[in-house]
C-alpha cells in the first residue's frame, strides 16, 4: 500500500504535467491552423474576386468591340448581343455574390447601374427613327467604356487584395508557425527536464530528510518516544535497510500503544463495576431490609404460626426486584454477543407491544403503532433489539402512570434504502432537564428509583449493530426516543 501511494505520488504529477503539455500542443496547433485556414479562405475568396471582375472586364470589352462593328449582317449581330448580355449577367451575379468589402461594393453597385442603364438604352433601341442610332451606338459605346472602367478598377482593387492576404499568409506560415512549432517543440523538452529535476531534487530531500516522530494520544505513554531519523542513504539497499528500521520501532511503539490501551480499558471497566456494585449494593439493601423484618416477625410468633399470604406477596415483590437488580448489573457488566439473522423487524416489535399492553391498560395508556404493511427483513439479533424496545416501552409507561399515550414509528432511513429507524413517543412531562444531556451515561436517571443502567445497555446494543440511539424533548411536548438500524 505504501509503495503504491508512492508510486502515484511520483505519477500523478508527471502525468498531470505531461496532460497540460501535450493540451498546449494540441491548443496551438489547432490555433494555427485555424489562422491558416482563416487566412487562406481569404486569400482563395480575393483571387476568385479577381477573376470574376477580369472576365465581366474582358466580357464588356468585347461587347463594346461587338458594338462598334455591328456594321455586318443583323441577325449574326443579334444573336451575339444576346449571349453576351446573357454572359454579363451571370458574370455580373459572380461579382456580387464575391464582393464583401466596402470598397468592393461600392464598385459592384456603381457596374450594375450601369449595366441597368445599357439594357435599358438597348431596348429603347426599336423605337429609334434610323437618323438617331448613330447617336444611340455613341452613348452606348460611352456607357461600356464608363463600365469597363469600374470592371477594370474592381479587379485592380482585387489585385491588390489578394498581395494582401498572400502576405498575411506567408506571415502566418514563416513567423507565427515557426514561432508556434519552435515554441512547443523547446518548451515541451524543457518543462520535461524542469519537472524531472524537481521531483528528483524533492525526492532526494525525502529520502534524506524522512523523520518519523510518534508521541503518545493524550499522555497515555509515560515517555516519549525518541525520533526515528534516515541518515543520507548511500544507495537504494542502504535506504531500504533504514527504512525496515523504522517500520520495526513503529511496530513497537504500536504494540505498547495497544497494551496501554488494554489496561486503560481494563481499569475502565473495573471503575465502571465498582459503581454498578455501589448502586447495585444500595438497590439491594431496602429489599433486603424488607425481607428480614418479616422473617424476624414470622420468628417471634410461635411455631405453628405461618406468614400471611400478603407478607409472602411482599417478600416474592422483593426478591423480584433484587432479581431485576442483578440481571441488569450482569448485562451491563457482560453484555451477551449479538446473534444476527435475518430477522423480521415488525415481529420482534409486535411481541415487545403484547409484553406491555396488559401494563398500559390498567394505567389507561393508548399504545399505537406505524409499522410498514409487509416484512420488513433486517440482520439483527432480535432478542437484542426486543430489549431495547422494551425498556423504551417500560421507560414511557414509568413516565404515564395517570395515563396518556404512546406511538410507537418504524420508517425507512433517510439515505439508506434498507436502514430503518424506530422512534418511540410518548406525551408525559419529557426528559428532566439535568439528565438530558447525559440520557446514556451509567447511573444516570430521572426516575427516583432505579440504577439508571437501562438507556446505557440501550445504547450498547444498538451501537453492536452498527446504529445508533438519541432521545429528546420534541416542542409540541413529551419525551421522544430514536435509534437507528442499518440494513
Known sequence: MLTRHISFKLLAPTVLVSLMLVAACLAGALYLNQLNVSVSQV????????????????????????????EGDPSKSAALFTEKH???????????????????QELVTQIEEGIDQYFRGRDSQAKLPPDKIEDYVIRQVRQLEKIHRHCTELRDFNI?????????NQAVVVHRLTW????????????GLLLGYMMARSLYQSMCQLSVRIRDAHGRLRSEIQPVMLEDPTDLPDLHRQMQGVLDEIER?????????RQILRAEQLAA?????????HELRNPLTSVKMLVQAGLEGDDTASLPREDLSLIEHEIRRMESCIQTFLDFARPPQSEKRQTDLREVVQRALALVEGRARRQKVTLTADLPPGPLKLVIDGEQIHQVLLNLLLNALDALPQGGAIRLEVRAALGSPSGVVVTVRDNGPGIAPRVLNRLFEPFVSGKETGLGLGLSICRRLVEAHGGTISGKNPPEGGALFEFVLPG
Open 43 to 70: 486569400h482563395t475568396e480575393n483571387i476568385n474576386s479577381t477573376v470574376a471582375a477580369a472576365n465581366l472586364a474582358t466580357t464588356i470589352d468585347e461587347l463594346l468591340h461587338a458594338l462598334q462593328a455591328d
Open 86 to 104: 446573357q454572359q454579363v449577367r451571370r458574370q455580373l451575379e459572380d461579382v456580387k455574390r464575391l464582393a464583401n468589402l466596402p470598397k468592393e
Open 160 to 168: 491588390r487584395q489578394v498581395g494582401a492576404s498572400d502576405r498575411a
Open 180 to 191: 508556434g512549432l519552435l515554441a512547443v517543440g523547446v518548451g515541451a523538452p524543457l518543462s
Open 253 to 261: 511503539v504500536v504494540e505498547r500503544l495497544h497494551q496501554s490501551e
Open 273 to 281: 463495576v465498582g459503581q454498578v456494585a455501589a448502586g447495585v449494593a
